[in-house]
């Protein structure tokens, strides 16, 4: 029932900024957590942010990221996003967004459901 499709992946230099927008079907969406991860070639997909589900009024970030990106959502829309600022060239990865019906705060890729295709970002040095 849930359909996710991340977009905004680019190339960008280190030091810029990108924003990650993630679309998602089904009139459930308000009510999901959402959450985004990476995956860097050859390296497991880990754990990025997450936002609560209904206001969004609750995040967080792994900690490496913290102060340089945001993540957002928007319920009118059935969208969320991730702000990336200050990106570094050893991040380049596939960015992935996913929904989970669980409550709480989750942070293992294990904990969601739904997946996007992903999306590329690729910083340059």
């Known amino acids: 029932q849930v359909q996710v499709v991340e977009s905004g992946g680019g190339v960008v230099q280190a030091g810029g900024s990108l924003r990650l927008s993630c679309a998602a079907s089904g009139r459930i969406f308000s009510l999901l957590r959402m959450g985004w991860f990476r995956q860097a070639p050859g390296k497991e997909r880990e754990f990025v942010a997450t936002?609560?589900?209904?206001?969004?009024?609750?995040?967080y970030y792994l900690d490496s990221v913290k102060g340089r990106f945001t993540i957002s959502r928007d319920n009118a829309k059935n969208t969320v996003y991730l702000q990336m600022d200050s990106l570094k060239p050893e991040k380049t990865a596939v960015y992935y967004c996913?929904?989970?019906?669980?409550?709480?705060?989750?942070?293992?890729?294990?904990?969601?459901?739904?997946w996007g295709q992903g999306t590329q970002v690729t910083v340059s040095s």
């Open positions: 996913a929904s989970t019906g669980r409550f709480g705060l989750r942070t293992s890729k294990d904990e969601y459901d739904y």
């Open positions: 936002i609560n589900g209904g206001r969004g009024d609750s995040t």
